[in-house]
């Protein structure tokens, strides 16, 4: 869909996703492994290279019940997610792709089924745009928050749902 749309505006661009339900940054689930996504991240960014812009946006499975994590424990995992993409062995002479960190929208009060997965989050993940920000910051890459365009779905509060009041669309 990014690529459509880019396409739409003239962007000559290819768009490789990468997506996994219930990844997390650094971490495995205990109940479906291989979530972890540190793991083989570094291979596939050499698989796909040369690349233009890795876009990295995760975090909201770190504040699952199963873990304790905060914020802050958040933007280490992404930290070292942008630590493996600039480490991934790529071939010598292409160069290394700059990295955009999202941070999702916030867990706002978890319902239906996937509500008992994410008791606590809401609180848990209190303060992870800033965190990741200051990670951004620090690391030199670039961050959006996507809280400015889009909230958590009120229909399970935690997947992104487009706000009534900024959404644009082409």
């Known amino acids: ?25 650094v971490w495995e689930d205990p109940f479906k492994p291989g979530r972890n996504g540190l793991i083989g ?12 812009l890795v876009i990295l946006l995760l975090g909201t499975n770190d504040f699952q019940s199963m873990h304790e994590h905060n914020a802050w424990h ?4 992404i930290a070292a997610l ?23 929208p916030r867990i706002r009060n978890p319902k239906g089924p996937i509500a008992p997965k994410f008791e606590g989050g809401e609180s848990k993940c209190a303060g992870l745009a ?13 961050f959006f928050d996507s809280n400015l365009l889009i909230t958590a779905s009120p229909v399970d509060g935690l997947r992104p749902e487009r706000s009534t009041n900024t959404w644009r669309s082409a």
């Open 1 to 25: 869909m990014l690529e459509d749309r880019l396409a739409d505006h003239g962007a000559r661009v290819r768009v490789i996703e990468d997506c996994l339900n219930g990844r997390r940054t």
């Open 74 to 77: 958040s933007s280490q995992g």
């Open 41 to 52: 991240l570094a291979q596939r960014i050499e698989i796909h290279s040369p690349l233009a």
């Open 130 to 142: 800033s965190a990741y920000a200051a990670v951004c910051q620090e690391l030199a890459c670039h």
């Open 82 to 104: 942008v630590s493996a993409i600039r480490s991934a062995p790529i071939e010598p002479g292409m160069p290394v792709p700059p990295v955009l960190v999202i941070a999702p």
